[in-house]
């Protein structure tokens, strides 16, 4: 009829076209805030999630230029030996690396003692250091166990000495706890300490704690609370993070800086963190300030029923800008089986200084000192 608009014309379907975008503009609207959540979560995810190590022996990873020994679970161990033939020797002595350092870094003990005294000496890269293989599912017990399983791959006997410098004077505790029938006696050098150990008391840990720079309470503290956070922690730019991990000159103190050199003109420098950082650093400092199910400071001597002959000296300057003074402090005087050494001057690296490896040990073997 004249007049009645055509289908799909006049004023009952102009309205139909804009509604249909308007909702379609809403739902999409609606949906931007969830894909904009979903991107930025994923783009966080890649940037936390750790890089993969590189194997070493395996395509595109490091060479094996290191004697190696294989463990139960199939990771390698590698080794160096010194001093005299271990089929000679008088003492057998396991020497355990700290944070950024490798089996090259054992404790450089004077051939003239070595022989004297009939010394072999055997330092290993820890798991994900240098050329030994990465244990992901590294724990505080677990690499006591790697240090007895290889003592017996190299026939080293029933007991042995043990010495641990900084991360790993830290590790001498865990090998006190878990391995103590294997030790002869353990020099605990410098060692790190966790802050959450049970029975620190709240006056010792804010001694402590506050010791540290800003950024080193950070990097320890998310390595605690937020240890799937570590490695973007320590490889972001957007603040500082750890100042032992970067090497801070302001860490040393006035007896470590000329020592320091030592560390800085190491020609496997590039080695020690070759299976990447989080493997090595990261992964140390995840464990090392981890939750612990026991704590060091709990009473009871490991030795007790052994005998007297198994002594256990702990060494720490009272100027160590890297590991507070006040935690070996407490530490000795909780534990009376402890010998305590206290180097009033010394910085942390003291164990490197001239004449101070043969006294550590000469102290370790004979009681001297």
């Not at 043990?162 to 991360?167: A, N, P, T, V």
């Amino acid at each position: 009829p004249a007049g009645e608009p055509l289908p799909g014309r006049g004023a009952s379907s102009r309205p139909a076209a804009p509604a249909t975008a308007y909702s379609g503009h809403h739902r999409v609207a609606k949906k931007l805030p969830l894909a904009l959540l979903v991107f930025f979560s994923a783009l966080l995810y890649n940037q936390i999630q750790p890089p993969p190590p590189k194997v070493p022996g395996s395509p595109g990873g490091p060479p094996i230029t290191a004697n190696r020994t294989k463990l139960r679970d199939g990771r390698h161990l590698a080794y160096l030996e010194s001093g005299v033939p271990k089929d000679q020797a008088k003492y057998k002595i396991i020497f355990v690396h700290g944070f950024f350092c490798c089996r090259y870094d054992v404790l450089n003990v004077s051939q003239g003692l070595l022989q004297e005294l009939g010394i072999y000496l055997l330092s290993f890269d820890r798991p994900g250091y240098c050329e030994s293989d990465a244990h992901p599912a590294r724990t505080e017990e677990s690499i006591a166990v790697d240090i007895a399983e290889l003592a017996d791959n190299l026939q080293l006997g029933p007991r042995f000495h043990l010495m641990g410098f900084s991360m790993g004077g830290e590790i001498m505790w865990s090998c006190l706890k878990h391995i103590p029938h294997r030790l002869a006696g353990v020099a605990i050098l410098a060692p790190v300490g966790n802050y959450w150990w049970s029975g620190l008391p709240p006056d010792v840990y804010q001694e402590a704690w506050y010791v540290q720079f800003p950024q080193d309470r950070a990097a320890v503290w998310v390595a605690h609370h937020l240890p799937w956070l570590a490695n973007w922690w320590n490889t972001q730019r957007l603040f500082p993070s750890s100042s032992v991990k970067a090497r801070n000159p302001a860490i040393y103190s006035r007896e470590d800086k000329p020592l320091s050199a030592k560390f800085a003109q190491r020609a496997h420098n590039k080695q020690v963190t070759q299976q990447g950082e989080h493997e090595s650093l990261h992964r140390d400092m995840i464990v090392g300030f981890g939750k612990w199910g026991w704590s060091p400071l709990q009473p009871g001597n490991p030795f007790a029923g052994v005998g007297d002959d198994v002594k256990v000296h702990l060494w720490h300057g009272v100027e160590d800008l890297f590991v507070p003074v006040a935690l070996s402090r407490y530490i000795s005087k909780r534990l009376p089986w402890v010998i305590y050494h206290e180097l009033p001057t010394a910085g942390h690296l003291f164990p490197v200084a001239d004449g101070m490896p043969d006294v550590i040990v000469k102290s370790l073997l004979l009681g001297d000192g």
